[in-house]
C-alpha cells in the first residue's frame, strides 16, 4: 500500500516596507555626517559671507547708481527729486558729453599695440631662451607698480626740459615740442604709457596658455619641418583663442573706462578728459550726481554690449589640437 504525502510549500516572506528596510540597514551601521539632514545645508553655509559681501558691495551699489540716475541728486543734499529720465535725454542730446568717448580711440589702438607687443614676447620666451627669466620679470614689472605713481614718473619724463627731451637733446634730435600741451600729443603719448604699463598683464596670460599647450605637438611640427610661424599659425593661436578673446574684451573695456593715468598727468585738460574722468567731474566738482550715475549707467550698457556683440562673433569652443 502506498502512502501519499502531501507538502504544503510556506508563502515567500513579505517585502518590508521602504522605511523598515532604511531603518534596518542604518541599524547595521553608525551614524555619519551624511545622514545628518544639515548637510545638505552646509555648502550654502560656505557661501553665505562671500554672497552677502557680494551683494553689499556690488549689487546695492549698482542698484542705487540706477536709482540716482533718475533723480536729481547733487550727492550731498538729503532730498532726490524723480526726474525720469531727463538725465539720459541730457547725456544723449549734449554733444559734449559723448565727444569724450573719441579719446577712447586712442588708447583702443594702444590696446592693439599692446596685445601684439605681448603675444610676441610670450611666443618667443616660450621657447628655451637664455635668460628668458629675467625678461619675463622685466616685462611683468610695469604692472606691479601703483598707477598713481606711474602718472607722477611720466608727468616729469614729458614735461618740458624733462627725461624725454633730456634723452633727445643726447641723441641729437632736440626739440621743444610740449608732449601735453595739444590733444593729439598728449593723447599718444598717455596711450603709450597704458601700452607701458598693461603689456606686462597680457604677456602673462599669453604665457600662461601657451605653455598650456602640449609639447608633443611642437616635436611632431619640428619634425614635420613646421617653421617657427607655422607653429604660431597652427598651434599657438589655436590653442590660445580664449585667452586672446579675453584680451580683446578686457583691451576694449580698459580703453572706455582709462582713469587714472590721464587723471594725474593731465587732469583731463588739453583735450585728455575720458568718459571716467568726465563722470567724476560732474559727480565731485559740478554736484550732478544724478546725471553722473547716468553716465555711469550708460558706460556700463555700453561694455555689456560690446562683450556681448564679441562674444556673439567670436564664441568660446572647444580647441583640439590633436
Known amino acids: 500500500m502506498t502512502r501519499t504525502t502531501t507538502s504544503t510549500a510556506a508563502p515567500p516572506p513579505a517585502a518590508p516596507h521602504p522605511g523598515e528596510r532604511r531603518t534596518r540597514r542604518s541599524a547595521g551601521r553608525p551614524r555619519t555626517w551624511r545622514d545628518h539632514p544639515l548637510r545638505r545645508v552646509t555648502p550654502w553655509l560656505f557661501l553665505l559671507v562671500p554672497l552677502a559681501l557680494l551683494v553689499t558691495f556690488t549689487y546695492v551699489p549698482v542698484g542705487n547708481m540706477i536709482y540716482y540716475s533718475f533723480t536729481d541728486w547733487d550727492g550731498v543734499s538729503p532730498d532726490r527729486h524723480h526726474v525720469g529720465a531727463d538725465n539720459y535725454v541730457q547725456l544723449f542730446t549734449r554733444p559734449e558729453l559723448f565727444r569724450v568717448f573719441a579719446v577712447s580711440l586712442y588708447y583702443l589702438a594702444a590696446s592693439v599695440v599692446q596685445i601684439a607687443i605681448a603675444l610676441w614676447f610670450a611666443t618667443v620666451l616660450s621657447f628655451d631662451l637664455r635668460f628668458r627669466n629675467l625678461f619675463k620679470g622685466i616685462l611683468f614689472f610695469p604692472y606691479l ?3 598713481v605713481a606711474i602718472g607722477f614718473v611720466f608727468l616729469y619724463f614729458f614735461q618740458d626740459g624733462g627725461t624725454l627731451d633730456a634723452i633727445l637733446s643726447f641723441l641729437g634730435a ?7 600741451g595739444d590733444p593729439e600729443s598728449a593723447n599718444t603719448s598717455l596711450a603709450g604709457v597704458s601700452v607701458w ?13 601657451i ?11 619640428q619634425l614635420d619641418g613646421a617653421t617657427r610661424w607655422q607653429q604660431f599659425r597652427h598651434i599657438i593661436v589655436p590653442g590660445i583663442r580664449p585667452v586672446l578673446s579675453l584680451s580683446v574684451i578686457l ?18 585738460a588739453t583735450g585728455t578728459s575720458t568718459f571716467v574722468i568726465q563722470t567724476v567731474k560732474l559727480a565731485f566738482q559740478f554736484n550732478k550726481t544724478g546725471l553722473a550715475s547716468a553716465c ?27
Open 211 to 221: 605653455q598650456s599647450v602640449p609639447g608633443e605637438l611642437y616635436e611632431a611640427a
Open 145 to 147: 607698480i601703483n598707477g
Open 251 to 268: 583691451a576694449i573695456s580698459g580703453s572706455l573706462s582709462v582713469f587714472e593715468i590721464p587723471y594725474i598727468m593731465t587732469g583731463g
Open 174 to 180: 632736440g626739440t621743444d615740442h610740449a608732449w601735453l
Open 197 to 209: 604699463r598693461f603689456t606686462g598683464l597680457n604677456f602673462v596670460l599669453f604665457l600662461g596658455a
Open 296 to 322: 555711469a549707467v550708460v558706460l556700463l550698457l555700453i561694455i555689456l554690449l560690446i562683450t556681448w556683440v564679441q562674444r556673439r562673433l567670436v564664441p568660446d569652443e572647444k580647441v583640439d589640437l590633436v
